[in-house]
C-alpha cells in the first residue's frame, strides 16, 4: 500500500483503534511506563543513599544503558521466534517477580551496589525482548492505515505517565518509604502481564508464526552464537538492502547523534544561559513532556495529509527551526516554547518512522528488524553526549546548540532527496 493510499484510507477510519486489543496494549504500555518512571529515578535515589562513589553510582546508571546495545539484535530474534503476546506477558510476570524480590530486599536493609547494578542490568533485558514483542506486535492488532496513529498514542501515553505521573511521583513514594516506588512498579508489571495475555491472536501474527520456521530455518535458529548471529543478521540485511528504511535509520542515527549532545547539557544551558531558576527547572523541563503529548497526538494527522516519507521531511524542518529557536534564544519563555516543538517533533518521528516500518517489513520479520534499528541507532547516543560534553568544556554551551542546528540543518537538506518512495526488496532470512 502507498503512503497516499494510506492517507486516504486513514481518514475513513477513524475510531477503530478502539477495536481488537489497541487499548489493552496501549493500557498495558502505559501502565508499565508509570512503573519505570517510577524505578528509574529510585534506583538513582537509592544508590545515591548507599554510596557517594561516583564510579558505582554511574555503574548502575551504564548497567541499564548496555542491554539494549548488547542484546538488542538477539532479542529480535526471539522476539520473531516466539508468541509475541506470549513473550510480552511472560517477560513482564519475570518483571514483577524481579522487582518484587528487590523491594523486599530494601525493606530488609540488604541491598549494595552489586544489587542495584544487577536490577537494572537484568530489568534492561527484559525490557528489550519486551520492546521488540511490542513493536512486531502491533500491526497485527491495528489495521495498517491506522498504525502512525496507534503509534503516536502509544508515544502521548507513556510520555504524560512518565513525564506528568511518574516522575513527580517518585521522589514522593521514596520519601516516604524507600521500597515503595519499587512495590509500586512490581505491581504495575504484573497488571501489565496480565493485559498482554487478553490480547487475542491475529490473523497476521498467526501467519507470521506459521511462517517462521520456513523464514529461521534450522540453520538460523539460535541455537548456537553463530547461528543466532546469523538470524539476527537478517533484521540488519533488511534495513541495508531497502532503500528508504536504510534512509529513514540513517537519518535517524544523526538526529539521536545531535539530540543526545543537546540532552545532555541541556540543564547548564537552562540554568546558565537561558536563566532558569532551579527552582523551575522542572517546568521549564515539563514543556518537552507537553510537546510528546501533543506530537504524539497529532502524528496520524500528519501521515493522513502529508504521507509518511513527506511528513519525515518537514518535522526535519521544525525540529532545524526549534533548535535554532533554542540556540539564539536567552531567557526561558522562547526556550520552552522551542523545547516543545523540537520534542513534539521527536514524537512525530517516533511514531512515523515505525508505522512505516511495521507496513513494509514482512510479519514474521518485525522483531529484528525493530530491534536492528534501535539498537544501530542507540549507537549514537554516547557519542553525541560525549562530544557535547566536549565542546560545551572547551568553546561554551551556545556553540553546542550552533553545531546542533547545522546537523539538523544538513538533515533536512539530504532528506529532501533521500526520501523516495521504498524499492521493495525480497532479503531471506
Request: hydrophobic share 55%; with cysteine; net charge positive.
Amino acid at each position: 500500500m502507498s503512503d497516499t493510499t494510506a492517507a486516504r484510507a486513514a481518514a475513513g477510519s477513524v475510531g477503530r483503534l478502539r477495536a481488537g486489543g489497541f487499548r489493552t496494549l496501549w493500557t498495558a504500555s502505559v501502565v508499565s511506563r508509570l512503573g519505570d518512571a517510577l524505578r528509574t529515578p529510585a534506583l538513582a535515589l537509592l544508590a545515591a543513599s548507599v554510596t557517594r562513589d561516583p564510579r558505582a553510582i554511574a555503574a548502575v546508571v551504564a548497567a541499564g544503558q548496555l542491554p539494549p546495545l548488547l542484546f538488542g539484535l538477539f532479542c529480535g530474534v526471539y522476539a520473531d521466534r516466539w508468541d509475541r503476546r506470549r513473550t510480552m506477558a511472560t517477560v513482564d510476570g519475570l518483571r514483577a517477580v524481579l522487582v518484587a524480590g528487590f523491594a523486599l530486599l530494601v525493606v530488609t536493609g540488604k541491598v549494595g551496589i552489586v544489587a542495584l547494578v544487577g536490577c537494572a542490568f537484568l530489568l534492561a533485558i527484559l525490557g528489550v525482548l519486551f520492546d521488540a514483542a511490542a513493536f512486531a506486535v502491533l500491526p497485527g492488532i491495528v489495521p495498517v492505515e491506522r498504525l502512525a496513529v496507534a503509534n503516536g498514542r502509544l508515544q502521548a501515553g507513556t510520555a504524560v505517565a512518565g513525564g506528568f505521573v511518574g516522575a513527580p511521583l517518585a521522589g514522593v513514594l521514596f520519601a516516604l518509604s524507600a521500597a515503595l516506588p519499587f512495590a509500586v512498579d512490581a505491581l504495575t508489571f504484573a497488571v501489565a502481564a496480565v493485559l498482554a495475555l487478553t490480547l487475542r491472536p491475529t490473523q497476521v501474527e498467526s501467519s507470521a508464526l506459521k511462517s517462521s520456521p520456513a523464514t529461521v530455518t534450522p540453520r538460523a535458529r539460535p541455537a548456537g552464537a553463530r547461528a543466532a548471529w546469523r538470524a539476527a543478521g537478517a533484521g540488519l540485511r533488511w534495513i541495508w538492502q531497502d532503500r528508504t528504511l536504510r534512509r529513514i535509520t540513517g537519518l535517524t542515527v544523526v538526529t539521536n547523534l545531535a539530540t543526545s549532545g543537546l540532552i545532555a547539557i541541556i540543564v547548564l544551558y537552562a540554568l546558565e544561559v537561558l536563566a532558569v531558576p532551579a527552582a523551575g527547572y522542572g517546568l521549564f523541563m515539563s514543556a518537552a513532556v507537553l510537546g510528546a503529548l501533543a506530537g504524539g497526538l497529532c502524528a496520524g494527522q500528519v501521515a493522513t495529509r502529508l504521507g509518511t516519507l513527506p511528513g519525515l521531511r518537514w518535522v526535519l524542518v521544525a525540529e532545524t527551526l526549534a533548535v535554532a529557536t533554542l540556540a539564539v534564544a536567552r531567557n526561558p519563555v522562547p526556550g520552552a516554547v522551542a523545547l516543545a516543538v523540537f520534542s513534539a517533533g521527536t514524537a512525530i518521528w517516533n511514531a512515523l518512522w515505525s508505522a512505516y516500518g511495521q507496513r513494509n517489513v514482512p510479519a514474521e520479520l518485525l522483531g529484528r528488524v525493530g530491534s536492528a534499528q534501535r539498537t544501530v541507532s542507540l549507537l549514537a547516543a554516547p557519542v553525541g553526549a560525549t562530544l557535547a560534553g566536549v565542546l560545551g568544556a572547551t568553546a561554551g554551551l551556545p556553540p553546542v546548540l550552533y553545531a546542533a542546528t547545522a546537523i539538523f540543518a544538513l538533515l533536512t537538506m539530504a532528506s529532501w532527496h533521500s526520501l523516495r518512495p521504498r524499492e521493495r526488496t525480497i532479503v531471506s532470512a
